[in-house]
């Protein structure tokens, strides 16, 4: 059995969100490596996040107030494979036993799917893109500004690419298309 090769991440939803940020800087002496009025990256380590915060009083307004634990709380935690292989062994593992993902998205920094256990907690199951580095850059720039949920894609037609033979560079290469859409069970809708 294919395992992951690390914890990647953990998003955590908010209606603290200034001072969720402020904690997780002070507490992890963390930096913010994107931030924008709904969602915040930040990092403490070699990883290009490690936090990641969603501000749902753009997000999912409406809701109660600060203390309201309705959406609050954990959004999901992300594990790393190695290689793309190793990302698609595993979804066909997990589809052969009944197991699919509700989202699959192409974030720019990473390929990802999204899984539920059977509570319904989210997991994320992703391959890097590129380098931390490349990662970096990429959530400095315009367009992960202008975009940064990312594009959906086709497990299936992605699996059939790679059964071709395509090379893990080609796969890995963020889809054109429009944003993402945050599917309901993400909670974040």
């Known amino acids: ?4 090769v690390k914890f990647a991440h953990v998003v955590y939803q908010t209606r603290r969100y200034a ?3 402020a904690w997780y800087e002070t507490v992890f002496e963390a930096t913010v490596v994107h931030r924008d009025p709904a969602l915040a990256f930040l990092t403490y380590d070699d990883e290009h ?4 915060i969603a501000n749902l009083d753009l997000l999912k307004p409406g809701g109660g107030g600060a203390d309201d634990r309705g959406a609050i709380g954990v959004n999901h935690v992300a ?4 290689s793309v292989a190793d990302l698609f062994d595993t979804y066909l593992r997990l589809k052969k036993g009944g197991v699919t993902p509700y989202w699959p998205v192409h974030h720019g920094t990473t390929l990802s799917m999204y ?13 890097d893109v590129g380098t931390v580095a490349d990662a970096m850059a990429f959530m400095a720039s315009d367009t992960f500004a202008a ?3 990312g594009v959906d894609y086709d497990p299936e037609a992605l699996l059939a690419r790679w059964r071709q033979g ?3 560079a ?14 309901v069970e993400h909670g974040m809708t």
Do not use: W
Request: proline share 15%; hydrophobic share 35%.
């Open 147 to 149: 975009n940064p949920v």
């Open 115 to 127: 899984y539920r256990d059977p509570d319904g907690n989210r997991m994320e199951f992703q391959v």
């Open 79 to 82: 594990y790393t494979y190695a």
């Open 49 to 52: 996040h490690r936090i990641a």
């Open 1 to 4: 059995m294919v395992k992951p």
């Open 166 to 168: 395509e090379s893990e």
């Open 19 to 21: 001072e969720m940020i």
């Open 170 to 183: 080609q796969l890995l290469k963020r889809p054109d298309g429009p944003p993402a859409a945050i599917p």
